[in-house]
């Protein structure tokens, strides 16, 4: 509920500062002393467009401010937490500034932010019933809420949403997984594609790097093999090779060692060295003769490079990776092919909750249509009972034709009014008169159970009606307020009357300026106000009287 309102250099208003209570609280005074001035103000603070023209005159700027408190309020709550805003108590403070230029800056318990999100929050936090840009019975959320809330629907509205937030969460699962049917399919396929071509070239571990280096041999095959017949016929083959010559040598040292025994090492170092160059040479002929000179062979070889190159080019690798890829997108099919089985598992429970939902949508609906013809009846009588004696108000339920659910089930709700005979039906929102979309805003909110606003503002609810009606009008506000924070502008002292709270609003003007005047009255102050109001400027006796007959009557009625 609202708990103090600061309003600085608006219009008329220098600078005020009010606190408010719980209940019913009125605002009365002489015409153009500034009453809907308040209302406006508090408008501005709940996200009205800003208009320099709203700022007091000589001044450069109008301030705003409040706090309220938020106990228990959800809506509220959820919306500061999503936008990052600080709820740390039950209180939160609003305040803007209205500069000269028309530009206005807006604060959420000090953050910084936009009038868009002021006026989200305003929404959560009050309703003004009256010509206004915050009548939340306008919207069609509120509407369909008040009519739940009447039919009781609470626990067939959990089971719709219940079912909804399981559709919901099959349809986010199955995203996740399959990306779509038709890209679920299409990537499946092309992974047995890919797994299919792998497969037929059976590129195997170190392959490439075994081909290169076999290629390479082979491209200098010739040279390899004239080096190593040389080579044998060095060591071996000739007059004057190697093996033959060390041969001599050895026979040499060995008629010496009789002469010199140290010689042994020596020639047992050479005998060693005889023995590996017979056998170098021998595996240097096998080497030659395993040499392949085969062209045809070099031409499989380069025709398998060119595969494999080719294969590693269109998946964007290293032919040496390709081993590993193919081990990978066999993985990934596996996946895929397990994650098949999940797909058709969420596609039947999607199936059942959307069962499950449509079920209780068709409840909920024919639930709708009963309750959206008793509230008719008793929200019609009751603004009947507001002056407007030839008023029908009707509920109109249709159902919403999309697939998608919604956690609200499948219908549109919208209230409907005829308020002259042979004017026919129509929308609540295109009421033109403020007095009477006030009256019928009243009665809808005494039949409803709708408890998620706080605080009501009613303006010019009083327009046009005197009497008996402006005692019954005063009277529904006043049971208003006990569920409810209730604000009003009123001229007549028959709705001033049962308030809890009056505020006197008057107009002064000093050294040639103007300014507005608030001040909370005590019991007597009440009565001269409610004579005032009863009598016009001369306050009578009999109109004191009758000024506490009527505080009096609603003292014994609360």
């Known amino acids: 509920m609202l708990i103090q309102l600061s309003i600085k250099d608006f219009a008329i208003i220098d600078r005020l500062d009010l606190g408010f209570r719980a209940g019913m609280t009125v605002f009365t005074g002489e015409t153009g002393a500034g009453k809907s001035i308040l209302v406006d ?24 401010a409040a706090v309220f408190n938020a106990a228990g309020n959800k809506a509220l709550k959820a919306l500061l937490d999503g936008q990052d805003i600080p709820c740390e108590e039950d209180e939160i403070q609003l305040r803007r500034i209205i500069g000269a230029d028309g530009r206005s800056r807006a604060w959420l318990n000090g953050t910084p932010v936009t009038a868009q999100q002021l006026r989200e929050a305003g929404e959560a ?26 039919g009781q629907h609470g626990p067939l509205l959990e089971r719709v949403g219940a079912a909804c937030r399981d559709w919901q969460e099959s349809a986010r699962k199955l995203a996740a997984l399959s990306g779509g049917e038709t890209d679920h399919a299409a990537a499946m396929e092309l992974l047995r594609y890919q797994i299919a071509e792998l497969e037929a070239l059976q590129p195997g571990p170190d392959e490439y790097a075994q081909l290169n280096a076999e290629l390479k041999r082979l491209a200098n095959a010739g040279r390899l ?39 042994g090492g020596s020639i047992e170092l050479l005998e060693e060295a005889a023995i590996r160059l017979d056998e170098a040479a021998d595996e240097l002929r096998a080497y030659a003769d395993r040499q392949d000179l085969d ?52 596609k039947a429970r999607q199936a059942e909750a959307l069962k499950s939902y449509r079920e209780a949508a068709a409840t909920l609906h024919e639930k709708r249509l009963r309750a959206a013809k ?50 026919g039906l129509l929308p609540l929102r295109k009421v033109a008169s403020g007095g009477e979309l006030s ?15 706080p605080c009501l503002v009613f303006d010019e609810v009083d327009a046009g009606i005197g009497g008996a009606v402006a005692e019954i009008t005063g009277g529904m506000l006043h049971a208003l307020a006990s569920q ?25 003007t000093v050294a040639k300026s103007t300014h507005t005047r608030v001040t909370e009255l005590d019991a007597a102050a009440r009565i001269e106000e409610i004579a005032r109001m009863l009598g016009g400027l001369k306050i009578t006796s009999r109109s004191r009287d009758h000024a506490r007959e009527m505080l009096g009557r609603k003292a014994a009625s609360g």
């Open 41 to 64: 103000a508090l408008g501005l603070l709940l996200g009205d467009r800003a208009d320099s023209a709203v700022i007091r005159h000589g001044c450069d700027r109008a301030e705003l």
């Open 125 to 150: 936090l009050v309703d003004i019933h009256g010509q206004h840009a915050h009548h939340a019975l306008a919207r069609p959320e509120v509407q369909r809420q008040i009519l739940d809330e009447f």
């Open 225 to 263: 093999l004239e080096t190593a017949r040389l080579t044998v016929t060095e060591l071996r083959e000739e007059d004057h090779a190697l093996s033959p010559r060390l041969q001599m040598l050895l026979g040499t040292l060995r008629e010496l060692r009789q002469l010199d025994d140290s010689l």
């Open 295 to 346: 062209p045809g062979h070099m031409q499989e070889l380069e025709l398998r490079l060119s595969r494999l190159h080719d294969l590693a080019r269109k998946h964007k690798i290293k032919p040496g990776e390709l081993p590993e890829r193919l081990l990978d997108l066999q993985r990934q099919l596996a996946d895929r092919e397990g994650a098949e089985a999940e797909v058709e598992s969420l």
């Open 374 to 423: 008793a509230m008719a009846a008793e929200v019609t009588a009751r603004v009947r009972q507001l002056g407007m004696r030839h008023a029908v108000f009707e509920l109109e339920v249709n159902v919403d034709d999309g697939e998608t659910p919604h956690p609200w089930g499948r219908d549109q709700v919208e209230y409907l009014v005829n308020i002259n005979p042979g004017q």
């Open 439 to 453: 009256r019928i805003s009243l009665a809808i909110r005494v039949c409803s159970r709708d408890r998620t606003i």
């Open 484 to 508: 409810h924070q209730v604000l009003c502008v009123t001229h007549l002292p028959q709705v001033a009357a049962q308030a809890d709270h009056h505020l006197l609003v008057e107009k002064e």
